[in-house]
């Protein structure tokens, strides 16, 4: 369905006919339609003079600073036909706005307008020691988690000076900054991604001999390149103190990439690794170690909202991952299988879309608020082609 485009004040504008077709409303509205087109210019005109893109109202109509519901950053949608993101309160009171001004937008809708040089009036640290990159502004820094946050709120490293540790240490540390692709907070700088990562497993005691703990070679690679991404540098390691086996289900070509705890195991089904790429692997690899982390840490099933919210970590980690290696857009081209769930799984977490997905999925709702309700969900409510 095509998104409405909100009106000056944040409202849809009317549509159609109102209640029950009364006509005096349509007259109403042609009437308001008649006076709008005599004192505004033409769309085109509006477009051409902002270089606004196409579907979009002009930065001279169209309030200046946005933002999305539920994510901090705010917006300057410049004359030029960008949005520049604001860094810091003195980037916003130098524009003469304030809070009070900025309106809420949709992702889609903010996605629209092309990334420009962010308006920063603080400075940006990099860590001699650490090479953690900080943006020290309003009178914290705060650490900004990955390369493609950095560079989708359109900041440059020529913009990046070195810091001691001294210097660093002197100016008071804030809450990071959150990802670009889910606006979810992000650790501090100390924690791990998931902060019970580092605790010990309780779910089997003693732990399980390396020897009984079973991976399939062909994820080594991704479990490198799990290593080699910051946030879930501790994973593999987790899942081997945990004793978790990673195994293909040669039997099972279609079984879909998922953790069971009543065995302690990751399996792929085969037709979801021939053929796949190991970026591919791993970020399948990274949302099924976050449900076997949730299920070392706690005591006993969760359930309803928590399962939920679960689940959307999980999917939010996937597309994190993913978003790094192959940006915002995803993997273009011929996907196989899997990368095609991953693209669309970033496709959501852009748009704010995955607890609701996960809430309207009919397989989810019954695992979520019914456990051990069905054994397995039927073919009446699976749909897992578009969502796993």
Known sequence: MREKIPSPRGLPFPEGKGPGGRYPLRLLIGLLATVLASVLPAPAALHAESGAPAGTESASVWPQVVKVPDRAALWLIAPDGQRRWLADRQSLRAQGLTTDDVVLVSPSWLRQWPVGPALLTGSLWQDRQSGRVYLVADGQRRWIPDLLTFSRLGLAWSQVRPATGAELQGVPAGPALPWIVTGWASPSETAGPLPYLGAAPHRFAPEPEPEQRTVDPRFLPALELMRSFAPTTQWPEFLERAGVSLIVEEDDRTLLPQYSELNNVIAFGAGFVEGESDDSLAAALIK?????????????????????????????????????????????????????????????????????????????????????????????????????
Not at 320 to 325: E, G, K, T, V
Not at 350 to 373: K, S
């Open 288 to 388: 099924q170690t976050v449900h076997a982390i949730s299920f070392h840490r706690y005591w006993h099933e969760i359930s309803g909202r928590s399962c939920i919210r679960e689940q959307a970590i999980a999917f939010g980690w996937e597309a994190i991952f993913w978003a790094s290696r192959y940006g915002l857009a995803g993997q273009p081209g011929e996907t196989t299988a899997l990368a095609d769930l991953h693209n669309l799984t970033l496709e959501w977490a852009l748009d704010d879309r995955l607890d609701g997905a996960l809430l309207a999925h009919f397989g989810y709702q019954v695992n979520c608020y019914f456990p051990g309700a069905f054994q397995s969900i039927d073919e009446e409510g699976s749909d897992y082609g578009t969502l796993y």
